[in-house]
């Protein structure tokens, strides 16, 4: 691509239903806006600048039903909040598990959910587990360009919906596993599903999993050029049992049967440090961590027969990492295993919550951590304008107890000029006539600062509660938020002097977990925390969330009244603390004193809350 006058990419979803990639040079179509959608079946318009391939524009041509659909292709797919919340990180491990062993029933029934909760995350993974696991697709390109045109603001159609479920059924009855053999048997000529490969690990994620994505497509030769991808197998769509509109629909919630102990492993759970603590001196959290890898999440039933894994007798010697990564059954694993079972039925019910909590966490950091490590990444420009106070509501796809300090953390993906220039004048349009001061940066995969916390809710509740009593430019913020679970709101911001370095991946695999590169929960060390307070500078000119009186708005029902009164007087029993502290000598960091200038505000809040108790 000439670096001044670039090619960009059309990724084009046709009257066919065949998805087509080509180059062309800049025109008008590359001004569109980046979530004009219209009409119901067709029509979208969207463009991306992921790297390296600058700029991809996806178009959509609207056509009838495929053949064979019982619904009309126009149908748009609205789910609704699922009636329960369960871990996405446990879900999708529950899908590739289910994968692996072909267990068709749970594949299915755990992407059906995805869909319903958070069909991005599921968009991303599903082209991972297609190569990871089995094999490349026949619907990859389509699943690349939905994935790519859902994060713009596409809405998927029925029978889109129901074509994503049918390839997790087909690849899941698959009996083959993807071969990588250097230009072998490669199906050269296969230039959509080439460019699909290439998209995909444009748009980010796990290092692995954007390397083989390169190396399915070929890679690239020393002078730039992508060559010619080896591919090999292809699996055609309704190769597996037929998918129906039902199995779709029971995606609202996970059936008990379909949730595998399998999938709560060191991913996405602490069962790893559960167990080492239940293991004492005979097995080390590294070597328990192997041995989960080795016999329970890494076994696929594409490299011969997934059984029962039998000590030898004797017991070897080696109980090394590596030696129980080639086969070799430890001693200790019976018992181990015996005790994992358990531990991962509770990983199952720990993550289930009814989404209408106010404190019903859905990601496993934010259990049982320290208060004030847990971090949220956000993708910029939004993650800087949160911390220099311009920006009040977040919009995410879980649910939290986090009430107090959240830390801030840039992802990899660095915002084009007209993303910036746009979220600027969305905020100088809200706020006219304040005095706002945008950063002169927006740093990736940095720490920024941190927020104070004051509503973490489902975003029907943020609508039918709070929205009614805070101030009318709240009322225009929140328009601006794409279509989430729920909704932070922040009360206080703070940012760092100076942003350091921090990379997501990096850090949540130290401690042998995996997360995607978008919005994300995770828990922060001490030390980092630590250092972070110390260079942090409280914002005078934040914008700030006003509230009504309760009573000039719809009164919320006794149980969210009471959620709130138990929230503010955990927060007032850490301010006392706090306030304490201080007297005694203690030098606080800026962001507890933050809390403490937030006392009255607090105490005026439960005033309120106390009194609408009183008269139900």
């Given at each position: 691509m000439n670096a001044t006058n670039p090619e960009v990419l059309y990724a084009v979803w046709g009257a066919d239903h065949q998805v087509t990639f080509q180059w062309e040079r800049p025109s008008a179509a590359v001004e569109w806006s980046a979530s004009a959608v219209q009409g119901a079946g067709g029509d979208f318009r969207g463009i991306r600048e992921p790297q390296?391939?600058?700029?991809?524009?996806?178009?959509?041509?609207?056509?009838?039903?495929?053949?064979?659909?019982?619904?009309?292709?126009?149908?748009?797919?609205?789910?609704?909040?699922?009636?329960?919340?369960?871990?996405?990180?446990?879900?999708?491990?529950?899908?590739?598990?289910?994968?692996?062993?072909?267990?068709?029933?749970?594949?299915?029934?755990?992407?059906?959910?995805?869909?319903?909760?958070?069909s991005l995350a599921f968009l991303r993974r599903l082209p991972v587990l297609c190569l990871e696991d089995v094999a490349a697709h026949q619907s990859l390109p389509q699943v690349v360009w939905l994935m790519g045109a859902t994060e713009l603001g596409y809405g998927l159609l029925q029978s889109e919906a129901l074509m994503l479920v049918q390839v997790v059924a087909d690849i899941c009855a698959w009996p083959n596993r993807l071969k990588l053999t250097p230009r072998v048997g490669g199906l050269e000529e296969n230039k959509q599903l080439r460019w699909a490969c290439i998209l995909r690990a444009a748009y980010g994620g796990m290092a692995g999993d954007i390397a083989r994505?390169?190396?399915?497509?070929?890679?690239?030769?020393?002078?730039?050029?992508?060559?010619?991808?080896?591919?090999?197998h292809v699996v055609p769509l309704g190769s597996g049992a037929p998918v129906s509109m039902q199995q779709?629909?029971?995606?609202?919630?996970?059936?008990?049967?379909?949730?595998?102990?399998?999938?709560?492993?060191?991913?996405?759970?602490?069962?790893?440090?559960?167990?080492?603590?239940?293991?004492?001196?005979?097995?080390?959290?590294?070597?328990?961590?192997?041995?989960?890898?080795?016999?329970?999440?890494?076994?696929?039933?594409?490299?011969?027969?997934?059984?029962?894994?039998?000590?030898?007798?004797?017991?070897?010697?080696?109980?090394?990492?590596?030696?129980?990564?080639?086969?070799?059954?430890?001693?200790?694993?019976?018992?181990?295993?015996?005790?994992?079972?358990?531990?991962?039925?509770?990983?199952?019910?720990k993550s289930n919550r009814k989404l209408t909590a106010v404190a019903s966490p859905t990601n496993q950091f934010s259990q049982n951590k320290l208060p004030g490590t847990m971090c949220l990444?956000?993708?910029?420009?939004?993650?800087?304008?949160?911390?220099?106070?311009?920006?009040?509501?977040?919009?995410?796809?879980?649910?939290?107890?986090?009430?107090?300090?959240?830390?801030?953390?840039?992802?990899?993906?660095?915002?084009?000029?007209?993303?910036?220039?746009?979220?600027?004048?969305?905020?100088?349009?809200?706020?006219?006539?304040?005095?706002?001061?945008?950063?002169?940066?927006?740093?990736?995969?940095?720490l920024l600062g941190c927020i104070e916390?004051?509503?973490?809710?489902?975003?029907?509740?943020?609508?039918?509660?709070?929205?009614?009593?805070?101030?009318?430019?709240?009322a225009v913020e929140a328009e601006l938020l794409a279509s989430t679970a729920s909704v932070v709101v922040a009360s206080d911001a703070s940012r760092l002097l100076?942003?350091?370095?921090?990379?997501?991946?990096?850090?949540?695999?130290?401690?042998?977990?995996?997360?995607?590169?978008?919005?994300?929960?995770?828990?922060?060390?001490?030390?980092?925390?630590?250092?972070?307070?110390?260079?942090?500078?409280?914002?005078?000119?934040?914008?700030?969330?006003?509230?009504?009186?309760?009573?000039?708005?719809?009164?919320?029902?006794?149980?969210?009244?009471?959620?709130?009164?138990?929230?503010?007087?955990?927060?007032?029993?850490?301010?006392?603390?706090?306030?304490?502290k201080q007297a005694d000598g203690v030098q606080l960091q800026i962001n507890q004193l933050t809390k403490i200038e937030s006392q009255a505000a607090m105490e005026a809040e439960l005033s309120e809350v106390l009194q609408l108790l009183a008269t139900m």
């Open positions: 390296p391939v600058n700029r991809v524009v996806f178009v959509r041509v609207a056509a009838a039903a495929p053949p064979g659909l019982a619904r009309s292709d126009t149908a748009k797919w609205q789910p609704t909040n699922p009636s329960e919340r369960l871990s996405i990180q446990l879900v999708k491990s529950n899908m590739q598990k289910a994968i692996r062993r072909n267990l068709s029933p749970a594949a299915v029934a755990s992407a059906a959910y995805l869909l319903w909760a958070d994505f390169q190396r399915v497509a070929g890679g690239r030769s020393d002078s730039g050029q992508w060559l010619a991808p080896h591919i090999g779709l629909e029971a995606g609202q919630t996970l059936a008990a049967e379909h949730r595998l102990t399998i999938a709560a492993d060191f991913h996405c759970t602490d069962v790893v440090d559960q167990l080492a603590e239940l293991m004492g001196a005979e097995a080390e959290a590294p070597e328990i961590m192997s041995a989960i890898w080795a016999f329970r999440s890494a076994p696929n039933i594409r490299d011969g027969p997934v059984g029962e894994f039998v000590v030898s007798d004797p017991p070897p010697e080696d109980n090394s990492q590596a030696a129980i990564r080639s086969g070799v059954v430890p001693r200790w694993w019976p018992r181990a295993e015996a005790m994992l079972e358990p531990l991962c039925e509770a990983s199952w019910n990444t956000l993708h910029q420009p939004a993650a800087s304008l949160l911390v220099h106070g311009l920006s009040r509501l977040v919009g995410v796809n879980f649910m939290s107890d986090c009430c107090s300090t959240l830390w801030i953390h840039a992802s990899g993906r660095a915002p084009t000029l007209e993303q910036i220039r746009n979220a600027q004048s969305e905020i100088s349009r809200i706020h006219p006539s304040a005095n706002l001061q945008f950063p002169q940066s927006y740093p990736t995969n940095a916390v004051s509503h973490w809710v489902p975003t029907n509740e943020f609508s039918q509660t709070l929205l009614p009593r805070a101030d009318p430019s709240v100076l942003a350091f370095s921090l990379d997501m991946s990096v850090e949540v695999n130290a401690r042998g977990l995996k997360a995607e590169m978008h919005s994300m929960l995770w828990a922060l060390n001490k030390p980092t925390v630590s250092r972070a307070e110390k260079g942090l500078q409280k914002h005078t000119h934040q914008l700030q969330v006003s509230w009504s009186s309760s009573s000039e708005a719809a009164a919320p029902d006794q149980a969210q009244l009471v959620k709130r009164q138990k929230g503010l007087q955990k927060k007032l029993r850490q301010v006392a603390e706090l306030v304490q």
